[in-house]
């Protein structure tokens, strides 16, 4: 029961009806006035409401705490990152794709400028701003970490397979990389080089058909 008239008194069994959500902190102002109203005055029995309040902080203490899984983070990072890895990809693969059956378009019309270059590129780039902000929104900053040189190759990339994370702190800590050390990240990276390759080159392909 809500938006109860203010000037009228509640009954003993609307009360009643209304006790668990008084309880609970579920009644609007008004309501939760006219139940006080009510309980102030009324000489009947209304245990029921003082035994639901005895029951809450029972149950709040007998609720046991969880801790998330020691790799949750590390997991739930992991596929923001890749999420937005995965979009840039397609934004510039889009692209490129366009530009490609665009120059083959060109080539065959003899036509001396390409239509609309200029415009893609411009919402490529305001796609990939956007993929970024909110990435790191995800993400947030990288938390520093020791620096081991053995699992750092050539000086930048980070390789190390007993480091669960697929993504981690760059050695100066400002951005996120790879862990090579994890077989998905070269498969990753293998399958952004290959869909900007091949995408392209299939468009071409049927547009020269």
């Not at 035994?51 to 997991?75: F, Q």
């Not at 930048?156 to 697929?166: I, M, R, S």
Request: charged letters at 15%.
């Amino acid at each position: 029961m809500s938006g109860i008239d203010p000037a009228r008194e509640l009954t003993h069994d609307e009360v009643v009806e209304m006790g668990g959500a008084f309880v609970l902190g579920a009644l609007g102002p008004a309501d939760a006035a006219a139940v006080r109203s009510h309980l102030s005055t009324c000489t009947e029995d209304h245990s029921e409401i003082a035994e639901l309040g005895g029951v809450l902080p029972v149950l709040a203490e007998s609720v046991p705490i969880v801790e998330p899984p020691a790799g949750l983070k590390a997991r739930i990072m992991a596929a923001a990152a890749a999420e937005a890895v995965l979009l840039l990809a397609l934004i510039w693969v889009v692209f490129q794709g366009y530009a490609a059956f665009t120059l083959v378009r060109l080539w065959v019309t003899h036509r001396a400028t390409l239509p609309l270059y200029n415009l893609g590129e411009a919402i490529g780039v305001v796609a990939s701003l956007a993929v970024a902000i909110r990435a790191h929104r995800h993400l947030g900053r990288p938390e520093p970490r020791p620096f081991v040189a053995g699992h750092w190759r050539l000086g930048q990339l980070y390789k190390n397979a007993d480091d669960p994370a697929l993504f981690v702190p760059t050695r100066d800590g400002r951005r996120w990389t790879l862990n090579f050390g994890r077989p998905v990240a070269g498969a990753l990276l293998g399958l952004i080089l290959a869909l900007g390759v091949l995408a392209p080159t299939l468009l071409i392909a049927l547009a020269l058909r």
